[in-house]
């Protein structure tokens, strides 16, 4: 653990992407009066005791975003979440041991998740929920000291994210495992929170799920 005045959990949100299947930025759509990405990084912030950090592709355009959440860009555009997770835990590593990423177009994440998720990693490197038969990697812990063997992957161009659990220690996260925690059970009963949108569809089904 780190020391009772030193950070112990970052958050780690990837703004990157094209957007391409939405049609416009994600980060940018509205979210009850917000942009999505604000949105996002204020979830975090409220369960979160260290720096929140947003990572973007280079000359990215993004939203304003709220006080005290920092902005790193990727060293090089398109190689997807990998490069965005090797970033941002080197850019939290020397505040936090263990940082929760995700990424912009998640907006259902609930703080309930992120806790139990982050307190499920005991003494491995990555807590990694698989919901819905999928590996949900930009919903899962990691410990900030694995950023350089992120970085090391990407510089190999080994960006499937599935190489670098390969390096580490994980913990499997299954739904009984997740919903095992009663806050959890009653705040976010069908892990909705691992839901991502990608298209106008995805959006407008987010959104009346919210509103329910």
């Not at 980060?27 to 009850?32: G, Q, R, T």
């Not at 942009?35 to 355009?61: K, N």
């Not at 997740?178 to 691992?194: G, I, K, N, W």
Request: charged share 20%.
């Amino acid at each position: 653990m780190a020391a009772p005045d030193q950070p112990t959990v970052a958050g780690v949100v990837l703004a990157g992407g094209r957007s391409s299947r939405m049609g416009r930025p994600k980060a940018s759509l509205d979210w009850n009066g917000t942009s999505l990405l604000a949105h996002v990084t204020t979830t975090l912030r409220r369960v979160v005791d260290g720096p929140v950090v947003v990572v973007a592709s280079p000359g990215q355009e993004l939203p304003p975003l709220p006080d005290g959440v920092r902005r790193v860009d990727d060293p090089q555009e398109g190689l997807g979440p990998m490069q965005g997770i090797a970033t941002g835990l080197e850019a939290v590593r020397a505040d936090a041991p263990v940082a929760f990423v995700t990424a912009t177009d998640m907006p259902l994440l609930h703080p309930a998740f992120v806790r139990r998720v982050v307190g499920l990693l005991d003494d491995a490197d990555v807590a990694m929920p698989m919901v819905y038969g999928r590996r949900q990697t930009l919903a899962a812990a990691y410990r900030t000291a694995i950023a350089g063997v992120a970085r090391e992957l990407v510089a190999e161009m080994h960006l499937d994210p599935g190489v670098l659990l390969e390096r580490c220690r994980v913990v499997w996260l299954d739904e009984p495992v997740l919903l095992a925690d009663p806050e959890l059970e009653a705040a976010d009963p069908h892990l909705d929170s691992v839901t991502s949108i990608d298209t106008p569809e995805d959006y407008a089904a987010a959104l009346a799920r919210a509103g329910a």
